[in-house]
């Protein structure tokens, strides 16, 4: 899918990953060309009324910790929430050799 160009605004780069909502992508805004994003679009319509939900509840959150919400719309009947991108390493890669971590190693993971 790289190359696609979704809503005359996002040029997607490569998919970051895949849950039980949807798939996550990675993007470039082409009116803002600095501005990379991550879209997940919905593939699940069952799911419609929990991922308008997410949508929701990301525009009124504003926190260091949590992506801020870019751009929802719909696309080809898919909905589509474009949220900040946050390059960085999967939780699961940095926990999974480790047995226990200290507070210390806690707080540089989630701080």
Known sequence: MSGFL???RYIVRRLL???GMGKVYLAK???LPTMMVALKILKDQALK?????EAANLSFLDHKNICQLRHFFEQDEDL???MQYVDG???SEVVKDRVTCS???IRDIFV
């Not at 009324?49 to 939900?53: A, H, M, Q, S, V």
Request: charged share 20%; hydrophobic share 45%; no cysteine.
């Open 17 to 19: 990953g895949e849950g």
């Open 6 to 8: 979704i809503n005359n």
């Open 89 to 91: 390493n999967i939780l």
């Open 49 to 53: 009324e929990r991922f308008l939900r």
């Open 29 to 31: 805004n082409v009116h």
């Open 80 to 82: 589509v929430i474009a």
């Open 103 to 105: 507070l210390d190693q």
